[in-house]
């Protein structure tokens, strides 16, 4: 009968630990690949890191930097969710995307696509 309990708590345990493991690793997968950020993000990204050190209490660690796909380009978006504003996306050459005064671009709310992590702040 101990054997039986013994049995059926390493197998909860087996359970808890696998999904564990599988949730990091989707983590891991969500983050893209250093050589795909461009120079400007990378700049970018250098310096928050340098702000969040001087001042753990920021807001900046809070904010994270996600990577879209639309029309066969990437745009980069920084969210900052204690802010009301909307981000601003930027495409690979660091121009920003008119989205709000650009007809051109007014689907892009709407159709983007395919979110990818780039950097979190430690907070995120």
Request: hydrophobic share 35%.
């Amino acid at each position: 009968m101990d054997l039986t309990k013994f049995f059926q708590s390493m197998k909860k345990l087996l359970i808890v630990l696998l999904v564990s493991i599988s949730t990091l690793s989707c983590e891991k997968d969500n983050l893209i690949p250093k050589k795909d950020i461009p120079d400007w993000l990378k700049e970018n990204i250098k310096g928050l890191e340098q702000e969040i050190e001087a001042d753990p209490t920021t807001y900046l660690a809070y904010c994270y930097w996600v990577r879209f796909e639309w029309k066969n380009n990437f745009y980069f978006e920084f969210i900052n969710p204690i802010s009301s504003s909307f981000p601003i996306p930027k495409g690979m050459n660091g121009e920003l995307l008119s989205i709000h005064t650009d007809p051109l671009y007014s689907e892009y709310p709407i159709e983007k696509c395919c979110m990818r992590y780039v950097w979190k702040g430690q907070k995120q």
